[in-house]
């Protein structure tokens, strides 16, 4: 069910960004179209103008309603029914173009009726450096005497260049929307692994469990035969085989545990209890295998209550007691201090051990990761223990945080919302 419903998700997601790219190229071509409207209308009112002045101080006016026709999208000719003079008109050009903020280059020719052709006139350009350039031939047109014909070779381009706004707003939305293609796409491929690495666990963890079943039986009866209870040398021998086994399968269980939680959040059945009682019998489960630690309370009350879940609160501080202990070069000394501050209860850890360097310091919660150092090879693992204490931490909604002792060894403080 939660497969279909990440794949439904990613596939109205995938509909959503195509949705999102069309409507963005409409926008874009509507906005265009708009621009060009907008670029037609300043260049008919200017030619208008243009005309306009053209007659002023003749003997007659006009005949003609509108003068200016539009040939093309670029493509002007302005019927004047009066000689005038080229100059007067680029003049006139010049100036009425400017006044409407047409900042295009253009290029005009004249007609010249004893010739019977279209005159070139000039390319003006509204770039610092005027320059010449060549042009098509401008056609004539039927039943025109006096006219003469506007052309902006670059309209294209500074349309886009009126428009780069949009442009930028366009791009960098198609970039994030690429980037979250490329997000989804690195986020099934990280599930893909996860799955493999969950399945690959589950199946190892499993075949190990039949044998590991087998050899524990096996033990236990050959530790009852009284030819081994006799000679003390295989009674150790064969103990030494059933502790093994039964660490082995701690392991295992263990990582069958966080395999688990991987794929299901784990369920926690919470109820209010009082923290030191916990601890107390969690320190001495934990002294029947260590019992050469020291282990010590030191709290302001014994009646600190918290909401959790009895189980895995004592699991969490199984791990950080055994975890102490093992990373220790000399007698085992923990401190186990409760206070309350501000409506949070604080349990900190404090041991004698080795340490972690602060390079490492970051990495101690992460699954599978064992630090480098002196203790490495002696202490057996899999680097799920302290990965496992955050998982409970997180579906507690508690903080955790790990860090250097002045002298040797680290403190791992919990911050447990409460209410008195």
């Known amino acids: 069910m939660k497969i279909n419903k990440l794949n439904s998700i990613i596939l109205l997601g995938l509909v959503a960004?195509?949705?999102?790219?069309?409507?963005?190229?409409l926008w874009t071509k509507e906005a265009f179209t708009l621009e060009q409207k907008k670029l037609s209308q300043k260049a008919n009112i200017a030619l208008l103008e243009v005309a306009r002045k053209l007659y002023e101080g003749k003997d007659h006016e006009s005949s003609c309603l509108n003068p200016v026709q539009k040939i093309s999208n670029d493509y002007y000719i302005v019927n004047i029914q009066n000689d005038f003079e080229p100059d007067i008109l680029e003049f006139y050009l010049r100036s009425e173009f400017k006044k409407m903020n047409i900042t295009t280059d253009f290029e005009y020719a004249v007609y010249n009726c004893q010739s019977d052709e279209m005159v070139y006139g000039k390319y003006i350009s509204f770039a610092e450096k005027e320059k010449t350039k060549k042009t098509v031939s401008f056609p004539k047109h039927k039943n025109l005497v006096y006219y003469f014909a506007i052309r902006f070779p670059n309209e294209t381009t500074y349309l886009f260049s009126s428009m780069r706004f949009w442009?930028?707003?366009s791009i960098a939305l198609i970039l994030i929307l690429l980037i979250?293609?490329?997000s989804i796409f690195t986020l099934l491929q990280q599930k893909k692994y996860s799955e493999l690495q969950?399945?690959?666990?589950?199946?190892?963890?499993?075949?190990f469990k039949t044998p590991l079943s087998s050899i524990l039986i096996a033990s236990k009866y050959l530790s009852e035969q009284n030819p081994i209870k006799d000679d003390k040398k295989l009674h150790t021998y064969t103990n030494i085989i059933i502790n093994q086994s039964h660490k082995l399968n701690n392991h295992i269980e263990k990582i069958l545990n966080v395999a688990k939680s991987d794929y299901a959040p784990l369920e926690l059945k919470k109820e209010t209890v009082l923290i030191v009682p916990i601890i107390e019998e969690t320190i001495e489960n934990i002294q029947l295998k260590y019992p050469e630690a020291s282990i010590k309370i030191e709290t302001?009350?014994?009646e600190y209550q918290i909401e959790t879940d009895v189980f895995h609160f004592s699991n969490l501080v199984y791990n950080l007691?055994?975890?102490a202990i093992k990373y220790c070069n000399e007698k085992p000394e923990i401190t186990i201090e409760i206070s309350a501050e501000n409506s949070v209860i604080k349990i900190a850890f404090s041991d004698n051990g080795i340490g972690i360097s602060s390079k490492n310091i970051s990495f101690v919660f992460d699954k599978f990761y064992r630090a480098q150092n002196e203790k490495s090879n002696e202490v057996n693992g899999f680097g799920l223990g302290l990965y496992y204490v955050k998982e409970i931490c997180n579906l507690h909604n508690w903080k955790i945080k790990v860090q250097n002792n002045p002298t040797n060894g680290i403190t791992i403080t919990l911050s447990i919302p409460y209410k008195k």
């Open 17 to 25: 960004i195509i949705s999102i790219l069309v409507a963005q190229l």
């Open 300 to 302: 302001l009350s014994t």
């Open 198 to 207: 969950r399945d690959f666990i589950n199946n190892m963890t499993h075949e």
């Open 180 to 182: 979250y293609v490329y």
């Open 167 to 169: 442009f930028i707003l």
């Open 321 to 323: 007691l055994d975890n």
